[in-house]
């Protein structure tokens, strides 16, 4: 093979490897669902990632390491022409700490660094649903945004610890759901 043909095998030997992460990537985003609802006063978020809740999760988990799911959740405004606007942004983290002598899991969710919930299951599918589903989980007040412009809610999650990723390749997954706010 001549040089030419030497960087052009590597040329689409590189443009495939972009393809196969471009795969990669949207195949994390397939794995968070976010519904956004609009109450009476309040926007509220309900999320699920349960596929996120991989082999390598629950493993970790079983080995009786602390694993943590932390969820950034940004409510942002769609601006034309200009970078978009953070209405709104909140921290959750959500951890099991399973203990293998007595066969629990000790479960803690914290919001902005405040304790919310704390439970102890035997369940292993409790604690996945701990772990990966939120309903209804408040963000603003319908007070704060603007009429009739358009938002989304952008989450992204982070599994620790760092060998019990999300999808196998990379610790932080990403997604967004987007709606207009009509009053």
Do not use: C
Not at 32 to 40: A, D, F, G, Q
Not at 114 to 140: C, D, G, H, N
């Amino acid at each position: 093979m001549t040089t030419r043909g030497n960087w052009r095998h590597k040329g689409w030997m590189v443009l495939l490897a972009f393809v196969a992460a471009g795969v990669f990537v949207r195949a994390a985003e397939d794995t968070l669902r976010i519904v956004p609802i609009l109450s009476k006063d309040d926007v509220v978020v309900s999320f699920d990632g349960t596929e996120a809740y991989t082999d390598e999760v629950r493993a970790a988990i079983a080995s009786g390491l602390k694993t943590t799911f932390t969820y950034e959740i940004e409510l942002r405004m769609v601006v034309p022409t200009w970078v978009d606007r953070t209405i709104a942004s909140s921290i959750v983290t959500v951890s099991d700490q399973y203990d293998n002598l007595t066969r629990r899991h000790t479960l803690l969710r914290t919001i902005d660094g405040r304790v919310e919930q704390a439970s102890v299951s035997e369940s292993e599918t409790a604690a996945k649903q701990w772990l990966t589903s939120f309903s209804r989980l408040p963000i603003v007040m319908t007070s704060k945004l603007d009429p009739n412009r358009d938002y989304y809610v952008r989450i992204r999650a982070r599994v620790r610890p760092h060998g019990a990723s999300i999808i196998g390749l990379a610790n932080t997954i990403s997604a967004q759901a987007k709606f207009t706010f009509v009053p």
